[in-house]
């Protein structure tokens, strides 16, 4: 399959990142020779092979349901780049 | 008298213990030469008030008889570690002004052994890169150059400015962080020595997430017996990371004991790919050649999955890299461009936050996992991290540690390789398989090359087993008895 413009302005919506009109065909050609170079994993049956999502030698550990960590605002908000009456700021988003 | 930036980890931990020098005098002595050193733009803050500070406590710990493993030896920082109060970048304009609140796991550990930060190393943008030549904050210069030829080469990446520091002697030693070679790589183009443990060895927390499943702290020396101190100063388990592992951490300097007797040695021939340069080719056959010399013994194995390990890399670290870049938003941290919504705030601040490289990578990650994609893609990607690992669990059914090339060539210039995305990725060939499977790999410098550049030769062992990989490690290191220094 080949990636075209429309797929990767797509994409690019997906991941919130503005791509310029003149970006989308750089990336589209470079993306697509990324894809097609792993489609070579096509070759492999991997049917009946489990699909592996980390290492995992070992059961993850449960910790106690309890609160470790708190009262500590001003921290959070020490590097937000807009924080305003010790809250994050965003742009309104309701009218 | 040797000079004190010359020393080894080891060397310097003897001096202070006699009182031949103080911890004050070493990192002063490295923060010289740190300045005289700043056209290879290996750091991107430099700490020396800090190291200063931390040093004189290092020298009060040392009279109270309260000396730590690493007591007094003066590091560099990767920038991808967070360290509280100073700058952390991870290499990238999206972090812009970031002073974290916290402490990393890691360089926590290394502060209560008495190690002092001289600084933080510059990295390729979110650790993503195999040249450092996508960081922010401008490439790093590798101290080596090629016989005759004043061109500048690439210290490779991710942890270039780290390879570079150890390798210039601007630092005694340093952290890296090896998600598919990171650590391996540069340390075999800057010639010095870089491990990578076993997944779960070292605690992530704290560190800048590039790809969860992946990624792994380790240390970058020159000598295998500074990586053992240092490893085992970093590692542990930590409740703040759910993936370390809570065994327990060796001695790993007690277990160089150089006698590797009896251990069997995979030669996996799928390792043998195209590209790969004659010297190279040569150097792997000489590395099984000295450790057979030391009683080990060499077995032909088969990794059948090999070649496709980096397209499965390809797939599975980019789209963990898509999840965990999410949370750059210009919200709560770093950079903000200002907009009229919300949406076109995150799509503006991202655009100008991230580079070329990482943009590619998030955009692959967000196609392999969107809808119709994930099946065709990412699962299947996963299935075959599966079969690589099997393979791995197959070869150490008869052999104690496997030995291959680090890299497929020696440091290339500013500029080789950078055209094709595809191209640059080949440099990991050698060293993503390690990470799939979440195993233990050194890097050992092990010759020069006929244009005089290092080379390296890579041994990787079974899960949780460092200290067998070390004790193989330094058997190759003596036999090579790699003595060559950048100039």
């Known amino acids: 399959m080949s990636l075209d413009r429309k797929t990767v302005a797509h994409i690019a919506t997906l991941a919130r990142i503005k791509l310029k009109e003149e970006e989308l065909d750089a990336y589209a050609k470079e993306l697509d020779g990324i894809l097609h170079w792993v489609e070579q994993l096509n070759a492999v049956d991997v049917s009946g092979v489990e699909p592996m999502s980390g290492v995992g030698r070992f059961a993850l550990p449960k910790r106690k349901d309890e609160v470790t960590d708190g009262n500590c605002r001003d921290r959070i908000l020490a590097n937000a780049p807009e924080p305003a009456a010790g809250f994050f700021s965003v742009p309104k988003v309701v009218e | ?487």
């Open chain 2, 1 to 487: 008298m040797t000079k004190l930036t010359d020393l080894t980890v080891a060397g310097a931990l003897d001096g202070l213990a006699k009182g031949s020098f103080s911890a004050k005098e070493l990192t002063q002595a490295h923060l010289d030469a740190m300045v005289a050193a700043r056209h290879l733009n290996a750091y991107i803050t430099e700490t020396p008030e800090k190291a200063l500070r931390m040093a004189e406590a290092s020298d009060q710990r040392r009279r109270a008889g309260k000396a730590g493993a690493m007591e007094g030896i003066p590091l560099a920082i990767k920038d991808l570690f967070c360290t509280e109060g100073v700058l952390t970048t991870a290499g990238s304009h999206i972090l812009h002004g970031f002073k974290p609140t916290y402490e990393s796991t890691v360089t926590t550990n290394l502060w209560k052994a008495g190690a002092v930060m001289l600084g933080k190393a510059n990295l390729d943008e979110f650790a993503m890169g195999s040249s450092n030549m996508t960081s922010y904050h401008g490439h790093v210069a590798n101290p080596w150059k090629r016989k005759g030829d004043n061109a500048v080469l690439v210290p490779g990446g991710s942890s270039g400015g780290s390879a570079a520091s150890v390798a210039a002697r601007i630092a005694m030693a340093a952290t890296g962080t090896d998600t598919g070679g990171s650590i391996r790589q540069p340390a075999a183009f800057c010639g010095i020595v870089g491990i990578k443990p076993t997944y779960g060895r070292c605690s992530r927390w704290g560190i800048v997430a590039f790809a969860s499943s992946l990624d792994q702290a380790g240390p970058m020396t020159r000598s295998v017996e500074d990586a053992a101190i240092m490893l085992g100063a970093m590692a542990g388990h930590d409740p703040k990371d759910s993936t370390s592992v809570d065994i327990p951490v060796p001695d790993f300097r007690a277990g160089l004991t150089d006698d590797i007797r009896g251990m069997k040695i995979g030669i996996p021939k799928e390792y043998r790919v195209d590209g790969m340069s004659p010297e190279i080719e040569k150097l792997w056959a000489r590395g099984a050649e000295w450790l057979k010399s030391a009683g080990a013994i060499p077995v032909e194995i088969s990794l059948p999955h090999t070649k496709y390990a980096l397209p499965t890399y390809y797939i599975i670290a980019p789209a963990e890299a898509s999840s965990n870049l999410a949370r750059y938003d210009g919200v709560r941290f770093g950079l903000r461009v200002p907009a009229d919504t919300l949406d076109e705030m995150y799509e503006l601040t991202r655009a100008a936050g991230f580079g070329a490289e990482v943009k590619r990578r998030i955009l692959i990650g967000t196609y392999v996992l969107s809808a119709g994609y994930y099946d065709a893609y990412y699962l299947r990607a996963q299935r075959l991290r599966s079969l690589i690992a099997r393979d791995f669990t197959e070869a150490f059914k008869q052999v104690d540690v496997i030995l291959t090339p680090a890299t497929p060539t020696a440091a290339f210039a500013e500029g080789e390789n950078s055209d094709d995305p595809v191209a640059m990725y080949l440099n990991d060939v050698f060293t993503v398989t390690v990470n799939l499977a979440g195993l233990p790999g050194i890097s050992v410098p092990a010759a020069l090359s006929a244009e005089g550049l290092p080379l390296g030769l890579q041994l990787i062992g079974k899960a949780f087993d460092e200290a067998t990989l070390l004790r193989a490690g330094q058997v190759l290191e003596k036999a090579a008895n790699f003595t060559a220094r950048p100039s």
